[in-house]
Nanobody, 116 residues
């Protein structure tokens, strides 16, 4: 059974930093893509960042130059370093994995709140 478990969310002041992590287990094949999405209250889920099996990264315009996605290929984990956080970054953040021939899979989400 595939499981994705996010951690690292919390309350932070504007301008602060947080690091999200996503641990996976039960992955049945090669992971093609690992990504982070977020969903603010009353809004649709949106892509934050993607990292491919070739380490290519893509970011939403709203987080470019502030967020960094990274991946541990041996452990099948993905991280999101979030810097210079803004109130509009407040959302539930979800780990997303696409496995070749299977999936996709989602984590349960971790809440990030940016407020003074």
């Amino acid at each position: 059974q595939v499981q994705l478990v996010e951690s690292g969310g919390g309350l932070v002041q504007p301008g602060g930093s947080l690091r999200l992590s996503c641990a996976t287990s039960g992955i049945p094949a090669k992971i093609a893509i690992m990504a982070w999405y977020r969903q603010a209250l009353g809004k649709e889920r949106e892509l934050v960042a993607i990292i491919t099996s070739d380490a290519l990264t893509t970011y939403a315009d709203s987080v470019k130059d502030r967020f960094i996605i990274s991946r541990d290929y041996a452990k099948n984990t993905v991280n999101l370093q979030m810097n210079s956080l803004k109130p509009e970054d407040t959302a539930a953040y979800y780990c997303h994995v696409r496995v070749v021939g299977y999936g996709p899979y989602w984590g349960q989400g971790t809440q990030v709140t940016v407020s003074s």
